[in-house]
Nanobody, 122 residues
Framework: QVQLVESGGGLVQAGGSLRLSCAASGRISSTHAVGWFRQAPGKERDFVAAMSWSGGSTRYGDSVKGRFTISRDNAKNTVSLQMNNLKPEDTAVYYC???????????????WGQGTQVTVSS
């Protein structure tokens, strides 16, 4: 089992920045990847960013490339998502996710966090 706890959501104006964190615990290994998905009201849960737990590979969704950065703190077993130049369309609940290997579809994810709300005002 893997446990994930997100933090760092909130309300920000367009153009601003937020940093989300995900604390991971349990049976997580180098075969896993950790990342972020987001879900806006009435929409599917979409891929945002992910990285292999070993740190060798990172991937980003097209809508966030160049604005969001995923990173990992090995000592704290946390994964962060730095979000810059936020837009109103980034408004969603953001979920931390763990999968076996890099995965980009919500149904391929093995573990989810509880989610944290990000709201970007125009």
């Amino acid at each position: 089992q893997v446990q994930l706890v997100e933090s760092g959501g909130g309300l920000v104006q367009a153009g601003g920045s937020l940093r989300l964190s995900c604390a991971a615990s349990g049976r997580i290994s180098s075969t896993h990847a950790v990342g972020w998905f987001r879900q806006a009201p009435g929409k599917e849960r979409d891929f945002v960013a992910a990285m292999s737990w070993s740190g060798g590979s990172t991937r980003y969704g097209d809508s966030v490339k160049g604005r969001f950065t995923i990173s990992r703190d090995n000592a704290k077993n946390t994964v962060s998502l730095q979000m810059n130049n936020l837009k109103p369309e980034d408004t969603a609940v953001y979920y931390c996710a763990v999968s076996t290997g890099l995965r980009y579809r919500f149904y391929e994810i093995d573990y989810w966090g509880q989610g944290t709300q990000v709201t970007v005002s125009s």
